[in-house]
């Protein structure tokens, strides 16, 4: 069983920056693509970063680029392996439910939109403001 669970979120000071972890388990490595997406108050959901666990291969959606990135640290041990997103330069705009979620053949998560993607975190919530 798949399962995820996010951490990290909270208050940051504009121009601050916040990393946010998704621990995943139960999530076969081999294909597979880990994405952090996330919805503002009264906004769509809107992708922010892809991962390819196995390979580490990395994909940032142009409207994020140069201020969050995304990495990754697989376990050796066991099947849970942690994916993080930094945000680098936060905005008040960036103040917003992040999630992440599983993406099994690595063809949905570039689309930005979150339509489909498999499993889903409860999220974490970041707060841009000071």
Request: hydrophobic residues 30%; charged residues 20%.
């Amino acid at each position: 069983q798949v399962q995820l669970v996010e951490s990290g979120g909270g208050l940051v000071h504009p121009g601050g920056s916040l990393r946010l972890s998704c621990l995943v388990s139960g999530f076969t490595l081999k294909d597979g693509y880990i994405g952090w997406f996330r919805q503002a108050p009264g906004k769509e959901r809107e992708g922010v970063a892809c991962i390819g666990l196995s390979d580490g291969s990395r994909y940032i959606q142009p409207s994020m680029e140069g201020r969050f990135d995304i990495s990754r640290h697989i376990s050796t041990v066991g099947d849970q392996h942690m994916v993080y997103l930094s945000i680098l330069k936060a905005r008040p705009e960036d103040s917003a439910d992040y999630y992440c979620s599983t993406d099994p053949l690595g063809v949905s998560c570039i689309r930005g939109n979150g339509i489909g993607m498999n499993d889903w975190g409860q999220g974490t919530r970041v707060t841009v403001s000071g």
